[in-house]
């Protein structure tokens, strides 16, 4: 069992920066594959970004590459997604997932094992 919270959301203005970050519980966090995905209203869930386990390898969605960075502590057991050069149509929902015992990226989102609660990221015009 796992238990994914994540923090950092809020309003910030077109151009600006946030960083979220997403805690976890339980043992198996460091051989854990990571993802960050995201929801607008009346739109489906979007792939933002993934990490390995080991965090040497990384991937992300073609909306946010080159402005949104992730990356992951496992003695924290955190993993951390760093916003730049927010656009509005960046807000949304964004909520971490991890798929225990799986050492590569996963971009897609139905074959992860938790979910967190999501956190809102509003980006003003």
């Known amino acids: 069992q796992v238990q994914l919270v994540e923090s950092g959301g809020g309003l910030v203005q077109a151009g600006g920066s946030l960083r979220l970050s997403c805690a976890a519980s339980g043992r198996t966090f460091s051989s854990s594959a990571m993802g960050w995905f995201r929801q607008a209203p009346g739109k489906e869930r979007e792939f933002v970004a993934t990490?390995?386990?080991?965090?040497?390898?990384?991937a992300y969605g073609d909306s946010v590459k080159g402005r949104f960075t992730i990356s992951r502590d496992n003695a924290k057991n955190t993993v951390y997604l760093q916003m730049n050069s927010l656009k509005p149509a960046d807000t949304a929902v964004y909520y971490c997932?991890?798929?225990?015992?799986?050492?590569?990226?996963?971009?897609?989102?139905?074959?992860?094992?938790?979910w967190g609660q999501g956190t809102q990221v509003t980006v003003s015009s």
């Open positions: 997932a991890a798929k225990s015992n799986y050492y590569m990226t996963m971009r897609e989102g139905d074959l992860y094992d938790y």
């Open positions: 990490i390995n386990w080991s965090g040497g390898i990384t």
